[in-house]
Each structure stands twice: as C-alpha cells, then as structure tokens.
C-alpha cells in the first residue's frame, strides 16, 4: 500500500503524525497478544494534506481563524463553517480515491464500515477531548465511504474543536486529520471499560459499564448501562440498569434505536464470569501501553472484541515510593494554602527546606504518614493534629483505619515520649522573646546578603546548600516552635473553657484581633499606607490605571506626587517585596519582580477605603480585643470559683496576644531567604544563557537543584528533558490535588459529617467568627481583584501574599485550610467571618452572588 493508506497491522504507536492518535492505538493494540481488534486500515495525513492543497483558498482562512478571539463564537461559527464546507465539496482526485478502494475491496466490499476520524493532537496524554471528531457507523459502500471520509477531513474544523485549539494555543496548520476506516461489528453488548475507577482514581479496581448492542447508546448518555467493579479477579460491586433501548445497526445503513423486550431489560448484559475476562483483557493492553486505559468493547459470540483505547487523562499520578508496600500520602500544599502545581526547581528546593522526607506527585509534594498511623503510639496525635488542621484530611485518614486491611497495625511498644524532665521549661509570656528571635532572623538574613554576593559558578550553589541548613536550624530552632506551640495550645485552651464556662463559642477569635508582630497583617495595613500617599494625587492614580509593563516605577517619578508615591512602592517592596501567590515555590515571580501585581490592590484601597485606614482598622481591632476581654473576664468572675477562673483565662489572653503574631515569621523569614537565593541562581541562569548552555533562563525552573549544580559544573544541559518538563508542568496545572491518596492511586475524600447545618448550605471549618451577607467575589488571581466595598472574597487559597485584599473584603470563603492556616490568623487578626475548606466553593458559588458566611458554626449559604 502507499502512503495514503495503511492497514492496521503497519501501524504502531509512533506513527502519531501520519495516522493520528486514534489510529496509531489501533495499530498497536492489534499487536498485543490475545487482544482482537476488528480489521481495519488508515487514510493518512498525507491524503488529507494532498486534499488542503487542492484548495488554495482555504489557506487565507485559516489565517483569519487564527486570529479570532476564543470568545467570539459568530465569528468562529461563520468562518469554520465555510473550510467545512469547502473541503467537503473537494473532489477526492483520482489515485487518492483508487488506494481507499482497493483497501476496502482486500476487507470485503460490500461490509459495513466504522469511519472515525483521527487527529494528530488527540488522544495524547496531556490533552483530553474525546469526541473532539467525528464518528459515523454502518457506512456500506465505497461512494458513501469516500463521502464520510470527506466529512471528517471537515470535522477537523468543527466550532468545538476550533475553539479548543484557539484556548489551548494549537496552531490549526499543525494539526492534521487522519481517518479510521474499520469493519463493523454487531455486538449482542457493548461498552467502556476503564482500567483504573474513574470515581475514586483507585488503579487497582477496573471498571465495566455495559449495555444491550451498540456502544453508541451508552456513550451518548442514550441508557443507563450496567456497572461493575473488578478487583484482584472478582467482581466487588454491580448494579444492573433497566435498559429501555439499544442502538443496532440498521440494513439502509446507519443506526437506529430500538426497544428492548420487557423481559430482557432487566437482564444484565454480561455474565460476571465475562466482565472479569474483560478485566483481565483491559489490564493487559494497560500493560502495554503503561498507563491506565479508557477501552471501548463489544461482545459478538462470547468473544470481546477491542474497538477503541485511549489513555485515562484526569487520573491523579501516585508518589513513587519504590517497594510494593501501602502507603499513605498527605498534600503537604493542602497545610500550606498552596495547591497549584511547583516547578522542578521550586518542589526540590522545598524538600530540601523541609524535616519531613516528601515525595513529588503531579507537581505537587506529599508526606508518607503510612508509619505514623500504623503505630498506635502516634496514630491518636497524628490524626488530632491533622483532623484540627484539616477535618477532611483527618476523616479521609480514619476512612482508611476503618477498612483493616490496608494499614497493617504495628504492634504497641508503649509510651515512648520525652524520658520525664526533659520536657521544656514553659515559656514565659514575655514580648522579649519574640522581638530576639524575629532580631536573630533578620541578622541571618543580612550575613547571608553580604557574603552571597561574592559566589558564583559551583561555589555558589554549595554556599546555598550550606545556607539552607542555617534556614533550617532557624525554622525549626525548638523556641521558635514552642513560642507558636503555645499560643495555638492557648487558643485552643480559650475556645474549649469558654465555651465549657460561659456557652461562648470561638470565644479566642475576637481576642486576637489586632496583635502586635504579626508580619503578614502589617503587610495589608502597610499597603494601606501606599495608598494615603497616592490617594491626594489625581495624576500618579490616572498614570496607575493604565500600567501596562514592569517599568513604571520610574515612570511616576516625572508626574506632580510621584516620587513620594515610587519611594512608597519601594519602601513596601524593600520589606514585603519577597512575597507573591504560591511563594513556596521559589520559581514564582515575587513582587518586586512584578510589582505591577500590586496596582491593582492599591487602586482598590485608593477607591474603596478612608485616609488613615490601616491606623484606624488596626486600632478598631483593638479595641474589639479588649472590649472583649474585659466582658469575658467580667462574666467569668460572677461564676463559682470565679476569680480563679478570670486569672487563668487571663493569663491565656496574654499568652495568646502576645506569642500568635509570630506565628506568620518563620515562613516571612524563609520566603526572604528564598529570594535571596533565587537572584543569585537568575545571575548564574544568565551566564549559562551567555555561554549559550540554556536558551533562557528561567529554563532553570525545570531542573532540581541537584541537576542545576551538575549543570552549572558540567556547562552542559539536555534540552528535551527541559521541553518534557514544561510539557508535564502544563499538563499538572489541569489536575487536582487530593487532600489524601494512597499507593494504590485512590483519592480518598473525607467528609464534615455534620447534620447541624441547614439544607443546601456549604459545609466547611468554622475559622473565624461572626455572621455576614455581602456579594461574593470569585478570584482565582489576585491580579484581577476587581473590589467593591462589602464584598466577600471567595477563593481556592489564600497564602500570605492574598492578605493585602483582607482589608477591603467583609468575609472570606476558601476551598482549602484550616484552623490554623495563613487565611483563617490573618483574618481573625482583621476580624472577618470565614470558613475555608469549602469543597469546590469556586465552582459552586457564582461571582455576584449573594451570600451568607456563618464563621462561627462554619457554613456558606447561597441566597435567592
């Protein structure tokens, strides 16, 4: 056969770019032993480009296409409407439509045929979209065939598709169409079958629906097919549907529906027997291709036959832990409020920063608690300390306790704590001790300016290595942690005695407004202060409404007001300009690379607060501590024992005021280091730049800092493992992160389990109390944060660097967090009602909606 045409059995998985990715699976599951795929062959994507050539004009169109905004749908419907119907209208010339023919006639000319078409970007494992093509069934005859093969070369061009490649940036002219033309089967069943449950992510369980004839009835949502589970060879669970119809092929040609008898539609349509057969096919072609599969079947005559395969696009990928053990795995971006994917550099520098070992899985770092909960001497402190931090992370763990076969308990070796009087002397409640430490971290951090400024080459990385162990001695200095251990275990100590003593819930939440050293709250105040220095200067905010690149700081400085206002800027970004989103990621851009991610912040304090508001706010706050306390204390000492329990209740305020601010520096402390790094490593990316070793240098981000000092040693570097990288970095950011998964790849997700709440509300934890309605505003970047005074944000994170927008919102709404995290002590410092871990709260609240944050009993309701 030549090159317009080729049979299955030529075809194997790298001929990608001549038969499309549908077409170059078929070929290779035709190899696979004991797998049957209906006969068939391929129309390459050299016809289809010998076809785009008998049509000159379509060229011009498909530079206007290219040009079209994603969002306009008329312009796209119109345009993509006519190449359709001109490469419809082609022709097919003479020698083309002689190879298709003398294929068919060596099949059986007169059988009937399956036309899908195969595009060269789909199917791969980064892009999912089925159905993205066209498929037609039952085509009998070579005119008709031909046709159809015509239409698909068409279907390149639909809207969906169009639209998809504009979104995705996919050049049109890149992508080509093949078509598959295979034989018809006429099954008595029919189905999918994915190798891995696409429900829980579980690998190890198959999953099987199955329907009456055709499959097209069940993949176009026409029946409700029976389900099956399959695992270790048995089938674990099935529910049998009620099948009303079944698509069968009909004699004209094409399909039709068609009743099923009555006393056949409860009958399943496989056997257990078949269904665990299936299973056993599905995990060998899994084999083969090395990742879990989304398999197309039929049965005809108690014999599967394989139509379509395709690699499972949204499974979550698993640590890799190297033994055939069980594991379980923890998000550690989940305690972080950070849950977008790192690069190379940023994931290893983290891992080398942290105490705990962490594994890397889609872009994302977990630590394995398998030991941890095994053993009953640490599984009660584990689950305590993670359940407070993250219920659903401590249900998912107590799901995965309650099933006993997965974690093998360790037998108990007694109580191994600190040998008695070993235990650390309780901290006094002394301001002193924060201000030494806070003065400790900042001397650290000037040294290490200083004496980073004379490395370069090899040596530069082996100071920064040497450095990152005096970061680590800094954050996990046994003071610092006990400074922080204490005013949590006192909030605690608050909340649970106040509501024991006085029915007072989340009585500590008001409390710790306004607290002195709290580094991430200042920052929000502090960018209140920029704004009363440009408030007054009509020209300087007209000049920031349209900053259009990084340079503006300089800019300013030409216009009446603007030099106080650039000196503000950089007196904020001298001391915070560290901070961005996502900053455990030393790869993300920092502030003062980008300041222009602050302007609009600080056009929304010009437009929607006060003169002076970050001294009132902070001053308001407390005042609201204080009132509080005096209340509080007043009421406790008219109980029995009253006295007492006002002078204990007291010394815990103290404690907590003075010791939680703290709470925010160590990772201030780290996130500062971290830059201090990453300008040194940019200055040495640019003399491998120079030294034309990497074609940029960011391209760095995609190495681990090991491979980055092999690089810098050896001048070399292998660029395709750079370009798979950014490939695989793309592909993460289209996934998301389970709080906790196993080794088996299962995403398992914990629940409130709460029956408190009223109908319809959205669950999460209570982390900062009161009650507030407002319009909800959904933000995925705070770049676009477009406020309104009264506003509620609602967001899937917020680290440190959201803080700024605290002072400006009335609540606060997150998908991730915890009592303790970023979000939830900066927003009762400001006094804003909030619960986090609200499960897709971006998705199921609109922006504009108007809604009800109940911070105190920790649930969102959606108002008509």
Known sequence: MDSYVMGFQEIDQTQVAIVGGKGAHLGELSRIEGIRVPAGFCVTTDAFRRIMAEAPSIDERLDRLSRLNPDDREAIRTLSAEIRRTLEGIAIPDDLAQAITLALARLGEQAAYAVRSSATAEDLPTVSFAGQQDTYLNIVGPAAILQHISRCWASLHTERAVTYRLRNGLEHREVHMAVVVQQMVFPQAAGTLFTADPVTSNRKVASVEATFGLGEALVSGLVNA??????????????????????????????????????????????????????????????????????????????????????????????????????????????????????????????????????????????????????????????????????????????????????????????????????????????????????????????????????????????????????KRILFDPQSHQVFMSAMEATWWLNDQLQAWLGEKNAADTLTQSVPHNVT????????????????????????????????????????????????????????????????????????????????????????????????????????????????????????????????????????RTFIGYREYPKYGMVSRYFVYKQALLEEAGRLVRANVLREGEDIFYLTFQELHDVVRSNQVDDQLIHDRKGAFRSYQALTPPRVLTSDGEVVAGAYRRNDVPAGALVGVPVSAGIIEGRARVIHDMAEADLEAGDILVTAYTDPSWSPLFVAITGLVTEVGGLMTHGAVIAREYGLPAVVGVEHATRLIRNGQRIRVHGTDGYVEILP
């Not at 991610?597 to 001294?615: D, H, M, S, Y």
């Open 226 to 471: 029976d389900m099956y589970k399959v695992r270790d060879g048995e089938v674990v669970a099935k529910a049998v549907a009620t099948k009303q119809l079944a698509i069968h092929a009909s004699p004209a040609g094409g399909t039709q529906e068609e009743a099923i008898d009555p006393e056949r539609r409860e009958q399943p349509a496989l056997t257990d027997a078949q269904v665990v057969r299936l299973a056993q096919l599905g995990r060998r072609i899994e084999a083969h291709f090395g990742h879990p599969q989304d398999i197309e079947w039929c049965l005809v005559d108690d014999d599967f036959q394989i139509v379509q395969s395709r690699p499972i696009t949204t499974l979550f990928p698993i640590p890799a832990a190297g033994d055939r053990e069980n594991h379980v795995y923890v998000s550690v971006g989940h305690q972080q409020m950070m849950t977008d994917p790192m690069k190379p550099l940023g994931l290893s520098m983290f891992q080398l920063t942290a105490l705990p070992p962490m594994y890397e899985a889609g872009g994302r770092l977990f630590v394995d608690v398998t030991q941890r909960l095994a053993s009953p001497a640490t599984r009660a402190g584990l689950l305590e300390v993670l359940g407070k931090s993250d219920p659903l992370i401590g249900d998912a763990l107590q799901t995965i306790l309650e099933r006993d076969d997965f974690i093998r308990s360790l037998p108990d070796e007694g109580p191994r704590g600190a040998p008695p009087g070993d235990a650390p002397a309780p901290l006094e409640t002394d301001p002193a001790i924060v201000a030494e430490l806070i003065g400790r971290s900042q001397a650290s951090i000037a040294a290490l300016k200083r004496n980073i400024r004379t490395k370069s080459g090899s040596a530069l990385l082996d100071f920064i290595l040497a450095d990152i162990q005096e970061l």
């Open 521 to 656: 709250s200042e920052m929000g105040l502090a960018l209140l202060d920029v704004a009363d220095v440009i408030r007054p200067h009509p020209e300087v905010v007209a000049c920031l409404q349209h900053v259009a690149d990084e340079g503006f700081l300089d800019e300013l400085a030409k216009l009446a007001g603007g030099r106080e206002a650039r000196d503000a800027i950089r007196a904020f970004l001298d001391k915070y300009g560290m901070r961005c989103a996502g900053e455990i990621d030393i790869t993300r851009p920092r502030w003062s690379e980008r300041p222009t991610t602050l302007v609009p912040v600080i056009l929304g304090n010009i437009k929607n607060l006060e003169p002076c508001a970050g001294e009132q706010r902070f001053e308001q706050g407390r005042q609201e501590a204080w009132t509080k306390e005096q209340e509080l204390l007043e009421r406790l000492r008219a109980l029995p024992d009253g006295e007492q329990k006002a002078e204990e209740a007291k010394r815990m305020i103290d404690r907590v």
